[in-house]
């Protein structure tokens, strides 16, 4: 059976550090996984996918994820952290084909000091 | 450019009362629509799916319903609320095509029922 795990529910990170967001993910078939942040109160916002191609995917606001085949993940980074990154980032693996039904992992907070 | 509308944004419901949320979307045509529901700030679960007009797929067994009587809007309904039904909601679509693409969420709603 298909599933998404984000094993850290906090992750702390002084402003200026790099950042990791973990996701690891088991599906039968090809992999199609997706970053997303969310913010107090409001909707999902889409940072990222891997559907096929070059391992490392770049997305919004400076964000950029590494698929790797071999250990199932799929580890969202950033050179450098702001303040303005702390949120909710769920991974998200599409299981339902074209019809793109996904299934979300329980989503990790990001929380960055100044 | 697409656009989604989900209202309201916040509601309070009694026990037992009736709820219809609606999601809009603009800017698009044949889209696929999903509903999630989050809860506690983490986990989201899909609980509907629609890939046309008047066609509806149910993830989880629930006091819920959806339906879709226009091709870019989608309803959640239910006649009865339960304690469990509180939650934020989600409204999300995806264009409609063979290849795996990204869903776009709305700005949700937030449910209480007393």
């Known amino acids: 059976a298909q599933s998404v795990a984000q094993p850290e529910d906090q992750v702390n990170v002084a402003e200026g550090n790099p950042l990791t967001v973990k996701c690891t993910y088991s599906?039968?078939?090809?992999?199609?996984l997706f970053w997303y942040v969310q913010y107090p109160n409001r909707g999902l916002q889409f940072l990222l996918k891997y559907i096929t191609g070059d391992n490392l995917v770049k997305g919004s606001y400076g964000f950029e994820a590494e698929f790797n085949k071999s250990q199932t993940s799929f580890h969202l980074k950033k050179p450098s952290a702001l303040v303005s990154d702390s949120a909710l980032y769920f991974c998200?693996?599409?299981?339902?084909?074209?019809?793109?039904?996904?299934?979300f992992g329980k989503g990790t907070k990001l929380s960055v000091k100044p | 450019s697409q656009t989604i509308h989900q209202w309201p944004a916040t509601l309070v419901q009694p026990v037992g009362s009736p709820l219809s949320l609606e999601c809009t979307v603009e800017?698009?045509?044949?889209?696929?629509l999903y509903w999630y529901r989050q809860a506690a700030g983490r986990g989201l679960q899909l609980l509907f799916y629609s890939v046309g007009i008047g066609q509806i797929s149910s993830e989880v067994p629930q006091n819920l319903s959806a339906s879709r009587p226009q091709d870019r809007q989608f309803i959640l309904s239910s006649k009865k609320l339960l304690l469990s039904d509180s939650g934020f909601y989600l409204c999300a679509w995806s264009r409609r095509r063979r290849s795996i693409d990204t869903q776009y969420f709305g700005p949700g709603t937030r449910l209480t029922v007393l």
């Open positions: 599906v039968s078939g090809n992999p199609y």
């Open positions: 998200a693996l599409n299981y339902g084909g074209s019809q793109g039904n996904l299934i």
């Open positions: 800017g698009t045509s044949n889209p696929n």
